[in-house]
Structure formats: C-alpha cells, structure tokens
DNA sequence: TGCCAGGAAAAGA
DNA sequence: TCTTTTCCTGGC
C-alpha cells in the first residue's frame, strides 16, 4: 500500500503520505486522454462518470468532489494505490537504462481506467497524435455522453456502450474520427451484441486476452497491449509505438528487428512487469525526445 | 503546396 | 508468414 490513511472532509477526501505519486508523471505518460492541468499539482479529469480535482501538497493528494464510498469503490484502484512501487522499481533498476528511465518518470503509476472507454479510445489513438486523440475522444464524450457539472462548468463522461452503439457512422466521422470511424462502429455492434464480452476477456490470462482484444475492428497488438495494460490489470503487456520501439533498438537491440520480435524480447526481459517498465521507458523516451 | 507523424487493415510477395 | 501500401487529420 502507498499511502497510511485517508481522510473523508466535506465533498472531498485527503490521502496522506501517499508514495510514488506524481500528477505529472501519471497523466502524462500516454496512458490517459481526459485530465486537464491546471498547474503541476492540481488537475481536473472525467472517469467512471465521476469530475474529480487532484491537488497535490507536499505527500498528501486531495480528491475534491467525492467521498469515502467512491474512493474504496473506483479511485483506489483507479490509481493503483494498494500497490507497492518501490518493489516494482528497485527490481527494474537492475538494468542500466531502466534504473535512468525510473529514475525520470519516479511517479509514474498505471491508471485502472474503465475497458470501455480504452478499448475506444485507443483505436482512436491508431496512427494518430495525442493532441488528436484528445480532440475527437472530447467531441464523442460532448455529443454522447452525460452531462457533469463541477465548480459551474460542464463536463462530460465518456458515454456507455448502450449509448454509442446507437451513433451512426457519419456522426463518428462527424466527431474527426476519420478512417477509425468504421472500426469504432464495427467494435461497438460486435460488444453490444455481445459477439465479444468484455467481462468475459478481463477473465482471460495476458496471452488469451491479448488475442481476444485483436478479433475486435481496428485493434492490432500495440492497441490490444494498451487496453490490457491500462485497463485490464494485465501487466505482461508490453505496447511497442514509435517511442518503445526507438528506445530498445537504441538501447537492447539491432535496428532492424521487428515490431513483434521487440515485443517477444521485452516481454521475456521483464516479465510479469513488462507494462510498468514500458510506461517509464516511453516517458523517458519520449519527454525527452530521444530519436535515432 | 507538399510533406510529415502515427498503427491497423488489406493487398502483395 | 512477413512486407508494403493505404487510410485521415492537423501542423509546419
């Protein structure tokens, strides 16, 4: 557990001495797309149909506009609190280039988001830029989803599968969806009608899931990676983008080994923490836009 | 204007 | 099975 207690204070919840924990590090390093920043300790997001405020002072995080029942029931998890870091970094520091890696992205933590909402949002992300990514998640959440209210201003959650089945093709690519509009149309006509029970694949070990997520239109294995690890709990997954795949062919390999063969190495260097030493790996990477 | 970034699907070898 | 081409959009 990262944190010692938690604090219920009207409409809002205190957790104190929380370790490993960076507002920064956590919503910037690719695994989200709908939290604002506000400063560097203070950020506004959507999730589980919830607005909450993050503020962070000194070690102790506060989470306004909620309460004790919802932190036991979603942030705990959401946030991956109950889990130990300094375990999962002391054994990835052992290696050279993760110990630096680490090191840059210290409070970094992989978010419990919900499957839905992943599976979607990463099929957008498919040949596609996060500012994009952003954009067209943030048209879909106005048009279709419900409507919050936080401090006067309107938000949006991200709307349900019974919802967006619903949505036509040309209102996909009406929200900027481009080419992914079909495959999002497609993916939700095969989870509604249930060809694909997402409850079914979160029951699946890493390998079966990680199979079962590509059946679904415009999933391939970097996307599939990316649902399971940051939705999923599945932490052998090992996403290879453009900034994974750059670092460990700087870094571990030879220039022209294969997305797959990236991949199947770094899976079997690191594991069962293979998803937490790619998130610091693409942080490191990309923050400091090393190339070649 | 043309070119680039960014993964999956479909076509080709 | 592996490799190449096409898809869409915003920004330079």
Not at 148 to 160: M, R, T, V
Not at 189 to 201: F, G, L, W
Request: charged share 25%; with cysteine; net charge neutral.
């Amino acid at each position: 557990m990262d944190y010692t207690k938690v604090e219920e204070i009207k409409d809002s919840i205190i957790i104190r001495d929380i370790k490993n924990f960076d507002l920064t590090h956590i919503f910037e390093c690719g695994q989200c797309f709908r939290w604002k920043r506000i400063a560097s300790d203070n950020y506004i997001g959507v999730a589980y149909n919830k607005v909450i405020e993050l503020e962070k002072k000194g070690q102790d995080l506060t989470i306004y506009n909620s309460n004790l029942r919802d932190f036991n029931l979603i942030w705990k998890s959401y946030f991956d609190l109950d889990r130990e870091y300094n375990s999962i970094k002391d054994s990835l520091s052992e290696d050279q280039l993760l110990k630096k890696a680490v090191e840059f992205g210290h409070g970094i933590r992989i978010l419990t988001q919900e499957p839905f909402e992943l599976i979607i949002s990463f099929i957008i992300s498919s040949n596609n830029r996060i500012p994009m990514i952003k954009k067209v998640i943030d048209n879909i959440c106005t048009r279709f989803g419900e409507r919050l209210q936080y401090k006067g201003e309107i938000y949006y959650g991200f709307p349900s599968i019974d919802k967006l089945h619903l949505v036509t093709l040309e209102e996909l690519k009406a929200c900027s969806a481009g080419f992914r509009a079909k495959y999002i149309y497609e993916t939700c006509k095969a989870i509604y009608e249930n060809k694909s029970s997402i409850d079914s694949i979160l029951g699946l070990t890493d390998d079966a899931c990680h199979v079962e997520l590509q059946k679904l239109s415009g999933i391939g294995p970097k996307v599939a990676d990316c649902i399971m690890l940051f939705s999923m709990s599945k932490y052998s997954a090992f996403p290879v983008d453009v900034w994974v795949k750059r670092a460990m062919q700087n870094f571990y390999l030879a220039p022209e080994v294969s997305l797959k063969g990236i991949r199947i190495y770094g899976r079997d260097k690191f594991g069962a923490l293979a998803g937490f030493a790619q998130q610091y790996l693409f942080y490191y990477t990309r923050e400091n836009n090393i190339k070649v």
